[in-house]
């Protein structure tokens, strides 16, 4: 008989401790940018889903739709419904699907390369700098700062 107990006491007590196999959860879009040293503001709030090779870093994001808002009152930044580039730490290149405003002229944001606590954006001829401080929260399209991460999954090449 108290052998019987051991063993309901040691299947009580397994049953009610959580089991650690290894961390399942996937993280957000907003996650990867912070785990490649990237601030969570440059992507816009609401995020549907996004898709990365770990090996290569390439990566597609997606949006409900297209989305623009202004950065520092000065430059028009307009992202498309899907996103594609190349990221690793302190570097998003290859970018596909961000465009700023510089004068009457849209131009294609090609490269954000991260220097310390400046982000430098690149349209290929020309670049300029940013505090990383202007990006910690995510713009809400047409107006507001949040970042929505519940409607963020992941799915691997």
């Known amino acids: 008989m108290s052998s019987l ?4 006491v040691v299947l009580i007590i397994c049953l009610s401790t959580p089991f650690a196999f290894g961390d399942d959860t996937v993280p957000s879009a907003y ?3 912070q785990d490649n040293n990237f601030p969570v503001g440059l992507l816009p709030r609401g995020v549907t889903g996004y898709e990365i090779n770990k090996k290569t870093g390439e990566f597609s994001a997606y949006l409900n739709g297209s989305c623009s808002f202004s950065l520092e009152n000065s430059y028009q930044i307009k992202y498309e419904s899907t996103i594609k580039g190349v990221i690793s730490k302190d570097r998003l290149k290859n970018l596909k699907g961000v465009s700023v405003k510089v004068f ?3 131009l294609d944001i090609v490269e954000v390369v991260r220097d310390g606590d400046e982000l430098q954006f690149s349209v290929g001829v020309a670049s300029a700098d940013f505090p990383v401080e202007n990006f910690v929260e995510c713009p809400h399209c047409g107006s507001g700062l ?3 991460k519940s409607d963020d999954f992941l799915s691997s090449f």
Not at 5 to 8: A, G, K
């Open 31 to 33: 996650e990867v940018l």
């Open 5 to 8: 107990c051991v063993i309901l």
């Open 104 to 106: 009457l002229l849209w």
């Open 146 to 148: 949040n970042c929505n």
